[in-house]
């Protein structure tokens, strides 16, 4: 599913402007953390081939904001179908973190901000969304495909050595047992729990009634708001007055880009043609994933 993006930098914003040790000149003011794109563990990527949100990127730019006195406020800009179940909750803890050192946490929700993205917005002060902003999918999906009818046609015949019987879940030379069914889903089933206690933590909502809601679907802004997933409407200007209403600023504060500056060359380096078999087999990668396709 494809999206058209207009971009637009907000006023008065610097990007890099908090320095690390030496603070802002010039005055209190909001940090703006972007999560564009797959959430996984590691460094943020961009490029021809789609961003991905690297949880180390994040981090760092969370704990910046967080021993900066001058930065009061920081808002979460969010355009991101989910990723990975454990940069997922990296990032939440550092956003714990930010707020337990005082600091107010805003999430802006843009086009999409689903699965593992809404894990991260539901433990932000506030979640402000536009009416048409796709969300909610809290849940857990794995998947492996077994491709041996593939592989026989086009002659390919897969010799595996192991130490244990279950060593090659989730190769696609064979089929899944039952017992290895059994332990597939035990994983997305403790997985699923996390997530649903998360989302009760984070906003502060029954853990029956989030459980309602948590079989997967997604929802629009408007209907996240209905079901108390979503604080109010509005755009990313909004975000921003509601950032600074909770920080005792003024709605004039400046608003500071801690989006790292990153060559174009270091860019191109790091592009991600794809993902091949991480770890061993794709069935080891639990993602967190609207089915908007």
Request: aromatic fraction near 6%.
């Amino acid at each position: 599913m494809a999206f058209i993006s207009l971009v637009i930098a907000a006023l008065h914003q610097q990007r890099g402007g908090a320095v690390a040790g030496g603070g802002l000149t010039g005055g209190d003011a909001i940090g703006v953390i972007h999560i564009n794109g797959l959430i996984m563990a590691g460094n943020s990527t961009g490029g021809l081939f789609g961003a991905v949100a690297g949880s180390d990127t994040v981090m760092e730019q969370l704990r910046r904001a967080a021993d900066d006195p001058h930065i009061k406020a920081v808002v979460i800009r969010m355009n991101t179908p989910g990723g990975t179940s454990a940069a997922s909750q990296e990032i939440t803890l550092e956003i714990e973190r930010l707020r337990e050192a005082g600091k107010k946490v805003v999430a802006s929700l843009g086009d999409v901000s689903a699965s593992g993205g809404y894990w991260i917005a539901s433990h932000c002060d506030k979640i402000v969304a536009n009416p048409g902003t796709i969300t909610g999918s809290i849940g857990v999906i794995m998947e492996t495909t077994n491709m041996r009818s593939l592989y026989d046609k086009i002659g390919i015949d897969p010799k595996v050595f192991k130490s244990g019987p279950h060593k090659d879940m989730g190769s696609p030379a064979r089929d899944i047992d039952p017992e290895e069914q059994a332990i597939f889903q035990e994983m997305v089933d403790d997985i699923y729990r996390q997530f649903v206690n998360t989302v009760s933590n984070g906003r502060g909502m029954d853990r029956e009634q989030v459980a309602r809601l948590a079989d997967g679907r997604i929802f629009t802004g408007s209907q996240a708001v209905e079901n108390g997933l979503v604080d109010e409407l509005g755009n990313f200007y909004d975000a921003v007055g509601v950032a600074a209403q909770l920080a005792g600023l003024e709605d004039s504060a400046r608003v500071i880009d801690l989006t790292p500056v990153i060559p174009w060359w270091e860019t191109l380096s790091n592009v991600r043609l794809g993902i091949v078999g991480l770890e061993m087999y794709p069935a080891a990668w639990l993602v967190y994933k609207p089915m908007l396709e």
